[in-house]
């Protein structure tokens, strides 16, 4: 069947495994009673002991003893009370690949076990399972927004569908859509921004807003623009670095740019990114496992020329999905270089990294590249009510003697009690709510039988290497 031609409804029976969203009220109050609040806003402050006030969908207040105003209280004694995670750059339409190759030591090697492989077999459903498994892991992990990188979108109905699974999630996201690496496709980038723009995001007050990924091509990043799009693209590599002159002296790089990765950039090259206002969000772990030029993380090279970057998870096909891990492999990886330097007598060596720099790279610095931070990344009355809260009675973190030290060197998605959304509750007593999870496993199954058989591979759990292809 041509990828243009795809029934817009082959996935529409999924969207049962997820109950519907129920309207947030205005008028509703819910209340976070107790907690330990992280705020992450200077002028709002940390609090030992705090509440935080929601109506409807926002914030309305942070302090001592406030009042419930007749609506729901959450016991949040023994909690850390903070905004919830911003994965700045995730490729959500893998969930069903995840750790397929959990040994990949270069890029092409993560191309060939996805983008060349399965990836050419993905149906709009697979898209619809992928995107909803992504999403669900990232809420059950504290992170309430994700900048969906989707560069398998084959088809409009591949868009649809991926568009849908978000929503259904509940999970706050970008969505930012891109034409595959390889196989067939329905040629509709960058025509279909247009229709997206009209049908499905018509309006920016929603949880799900909309990007545009793809690398430099001058009619696509004309069109994204056209359109009021931020422009997504992975940036990496001297070929890519080269570019960085002839594009700011076009004028074509500005605040509306994310650039991922930024491996092997010059200095020159750094500077023509804070010149011109790029948003950067960097990839420890993605950075590491597969090669990319320094392999070490290159948070360091962005705040030494004087961008805040935000950190990212990247994907899930060789490692898992966390934002607790990501935060601890850039603090070790930034500790480890910065200490190397000052070792091998370096005098401009950096400081090291605090746990409260990379916590705000979670968080802060995340919103901002995603254009949200007006929005999300803090606990300020009037922003969005996306928080989490994480228990410390549980044997990994009691007792707790720092809150950021907590979270960001020892917390894990099984510590996180609850996960809010918008002033929806997502995730409470350590459970995703509303989730058939045996219908989620039976669509991840059926998902991942057709393209394992499309590609000829047999699945095995104790697989060493690359997965191999009949």
Same mark, same amino acid.
């Given at each position: ?209 909309? /990007? ?5 091509? #001058? %009619?696509?990043?004309? *069109? +994204?623009?056209? @359109? =009021?799009? $931020? ?117 401009? /060596? ?5 746990? #409260? %720099?990379?916590?705000? *790279? +979670?968080?802060? @610095? =995340?919103? $901002? ?102």
């Amino acid at each position: 069947m041509p990828f243009d031609a795809y029934p817009n409804t082959s996935w529409q029976p999924m969207r049962a495994i997820v109950a519907p969203l129920e309207p947030i009220s205005p008028t509703q109050h819910l209340l976070i009673k107790g907690g330990t609040i992280l705020s992450m806003d200077p002028l709002v402050g940390e609090l030992t002991r705090g509440d935080v006030l929601i109506q409807g969908d926002r914030i309305i207040a942070v302090g001592t003893d406030l009042d419930a105003a007749g609506g729901r209280v959450i016991d949040a004694s023994d909690m850390i009370v903070m905004p919830g995670f911003v994965d700045s750059h995730r490729h959500a339409w893998e969930g069903q690949l995840r750790r397929i190759d959990p040994d990949s030591p270069t890029l092409l090697d993560y191309l060939n076990s996805t983008h060349f492989s399965f990836a050419t077999h993905y149906r709009p459903e697979d898209m619809y399972v992928g995107n909803l498994l992504t999403a669900l892991g990232a809420l059950d992990a504290g992170i309430t927004t994700v900048v969906d990188n989707s560069h398998n979108a084959r088809s409009p109905s591949h868009s649809d569908a991926s568009i849908d699974a978000l929503e259904d999630a509940g999970i706050r996201a970008v969505y930012a859509p891109g034409r595959p690496l390889a196989g067939d496709w329905a040629q509709h980038w960058p025509q279909d921004l247009a229709r997206l723009k009209k049908e499905r995001f018509a309006s920016d007050d929603q949880l799900v807003t909309m /990007a545009m990924m793809s690398q430099w091509d #001058r %009619d696509t990043w004309a *069109a +994204a623009r056209a @359109s =009021g799009l $931020r422009i997504i693209t992975e940036f990496l590599g001297q070929e890519m670095g080269e570019l960085l002159p002839s594009l700011q002296d076009d004028g074509l790089l500005g605040s509306d740019n994310i650039f991922n990765h930024c491996t092997g950039l010059t200095d020159a090259q750094w500077t023509i990114l804070r010149n011109n206002g790029v948003q950067v969000n960097v990839c420890p772990r993605s950075d590491a496992q597969y090669g990319l030029e320094e392999g070490l993380t290159v948070y360091q090279r962005a705040v030494d020329h004087g961008i805040a970057p935000a950190i990212s998870i990247d994907v899930e096909a060789s490692y898992g999905g966390d934002m607790f891990a990501e935060m601890r492999a850039v603090y070790f990886l930034q500790r480890a270089h910065a200490q190397h330097r000052r070792y091998t007598g370096d005098a401009n /060596a950096p400081n090291p990294v605090t746990a #409260r %720099d990379v916590l705000t *790279a +979670a968080t802060i @610095s =995340g919103a $901002r590249v995603a254009g949200l931070v007006n929005s999300v990344g803090t606990l300020t009355p009037g922003k969005q009510a996306d928080l989490i809260l994480i228990r410390t009675t549980d044997i990994n973190l009691y007792p707790l003697n720092n809150a950021i030290g907590s979270v960001v060197h020892a917390a894990e998605r099984s510590n996180v009690d609850t996960v809010i959304v918008g002033g929806r509750i997502r995730k409470h007593g350590g459970r995703l709510v509303g989730i058939d999870m045996a219908a989620l496993r039976a669509a991840t199954e059926s998902s991942r039988t057709h393209l394992f058989a499309a590609v000829g591979y047999a699945a095995d759990v104790l697989a060493d290497g690359p997965p191999t292809f009949a």
